[in-house]
């Protein structure tokens, strides 16, 4: 039997929290090199999924308070429909992830 399936681009949005700040001064308050502090976000079904103070939240991409990411990242594609994902992701948030 075949069947049809649809696929969904799948991107991870990566943020310095620092805006480069750790990086400058990680070596002298450290001693050693950070690159940054980071936070990320999934990019699916047209919305931008990240875990915060009040547990899984979305917005539109790149509409978070922190601007712009600092690098995309093409994680491929995902067959997982919408309805699906947003399903899982309520349960994770009934949970797991509050």
């Excluded at 002298?28 to 090199?33: E, S, T, Y």
């Excluded at 917005?59 to 919408?82: A, F, K, R, Y």
Aim: charged share 15%; proline share 5%.
């Amino acid at each position: 039997m075949d069947q049809n399936y649809t696929s969904y681009p799948v991107k991870l949005f990566v943020y310095d929290l620092s805006n480069g700040m750790a990086r400058q001064l990680s070596p002298l308050m450290l001693g050693k090199q950070l690159d940054g502090i980071w936070h990320t976000a999934i990019v699916v079904h047209g919305e931008e999924f990240f875990y915060g103070g009040e547990g899984i939240a979305n917005c539109p991409p790149g509409g978070t308070s922190l601007g712009e990411p600092n690098s995309i990242i093409d994680l491929g594609i995902t067959e997982v429909t919408e309805e699906i994902f947003m399903e899982y992701l309520s349960s994770l948030g009934e949970s797991t992830y509050r």
